[in-house]
């Protein structure tokens, strides 16, 4: 068993950097989502389309991301 | 490898591909989140979670000397095991065992360079099984504190300027514009850093990989910063792992021998009543 497909993407969510890494293993993708700086994971999510995985991981993520306080 | 202070402490995807099951030689996950190990591990490698088996669950405190002998016995490791740590996010909770592994004097520690993310991205092989080890004897010495500031010692360096202070968080973190890391709880009463610590994040220390660094390179980051060595250094993030990666960057792959780690880091000093905080760059 490996992890098959695994693709890491960076885009901006709710005004942060956000990477995606996606990947499978077995029948099961997995999606996780970082905020680049400082790294931390934000959200994983498990599908059984790549689509699947990466929506769901990504939509938690927007919404822990918007909580995010910023102090200026 | 490269030509870092203390190469033996690091060891490649490949090594761990060619000797990970061999005799005297243990595999460890520790992940930030503990059900990355449940999708698939290096074959053979034992999980241990960051938030139940590496610290005192009762009072904040790393984990108690008698946990962590039994934690390794039953990880079938004994004191002459060749352990070998890696984890998600760039290794920082593998750092942090690394680094509790040091206090109680296991002298044959190292890391897998890239960690989890290398290992996956390479396509090696992984395995859902959770191997039973043979039990093992271990005794654990120290706690070694002198790769470790508490509170006290950092109140005083603050005051004397006798120490360097390396605040290895996001520069969101450090200038006060976020309380925690964009995502995760806000677990401090107040943002910004300790008075004189120089903002080196963590992250700048890997490659796009997920590697280290090269030696050449992580010194030039260090000097950049302002940081000599001359002085003793005091790495400190938010809870400590992040600073346990920097640590092992300072005293092991670039060989600066007085570089301690304060686990209490800013959640600990961002929620003490009357201490001194800077904001901004």
């Keep these: ?72 | 490898m490269a030509n870092y202070a203390h190469n033996e402490v690091l060891v490649s995807t490949e090594w761990v591909s060619q000797h990970g099951a061999d005799a005297g030689v243990r595999v460890v996950e520790v992940d930030v989140n503990t059900a990355s190990y449940a999708e698939g591990h290096v074959p053979g490698a034992v999980g241990w979670a960051w938030d139940s088996q590496l610290c005192d669950t009762v009072r904040r405190d790393i984990v108690p000397k008698d946990a962590f002998e039994k934690l390794m016995a039953d990880s079938g490791i004994s004191n002459d095991t060749t352990v070998v740590l890696y984890g998600d996010n760039n290794n920082w909770f593998a750092a942090w065992a690394f680094w509790q592994m040091k206090v109680y004097g296991h002298a044959d520690a190292r890391l897998m360079d890239g960690g989890r993310v290398k290992w996956l991205a390479e396509g090696r092989e992984l395995s859902t099984d959770t191997p039973s080890p043979a039990p093992a004897s271990y005794k654990a010495s120290g706690p070694d504190n002198s790769i470790r500031s508490f509170l006290p010692q950092v109140s005083a360096a603050v005051e004397s300027g006798s120490v360097e202070l390396v605040d290895v968080r996001s520069p969101e973190e450090f200038t006060g514009e976020i309380l925690s890391p964009p995502g995760l709880p806000e677990t401090c009463q107040r943002g910004g850093h300790i008075p004189g610590a120089s903002n080196i994040p963590w992250v700048k220390a890997c490659a796009a990989d997920g590697t280290f660094k090269s030696a050449d390179a992580l010194r030039a980051i260090y000097r950049d910063a302002g940081i000599s060595g001359t002085k003793p250094i005091i790495a400190y993030c938010r809870i400590g792992e992040r600073s346990s990666h920097s640590w092992f960057v300072l005293k092991y792959l670039l060989g600066l021998d007085n570089v301690t780690n304060y686990d209490g880091s800013w959640t600990e000093w961002g929620n003490l009543v009357g201490a001194p905080v800077s904001r901004g760059a």
Excluded: C
């Excluded at chain 1, 695994?6 to 099961?28: A, N």
């Excluded at chain 1, 970082?34 to 790549?50: K, L, R, Y």
């Design chain 1, 1 to 72: 068993m490996k992890a098959e497909h695994f693709t890491v993407r960076q885009f901006e969510l709710s005004g942060w950097p956000v990477r995606i890494t996606s990947y499978r293993i077995g029948t099961t993708w997995h999606a996780k989502a970082d905020n680049v700086s400082p790294g931390a994971t934000i959200a994983t999510a498990t599908g059984e389309t790549h689509w699947e995985a990466v929506a769901d991981a990504t939509e938690k993520a927007r919404k822990r991301l918007a909580a995010t306080r910023r102090f200026r």
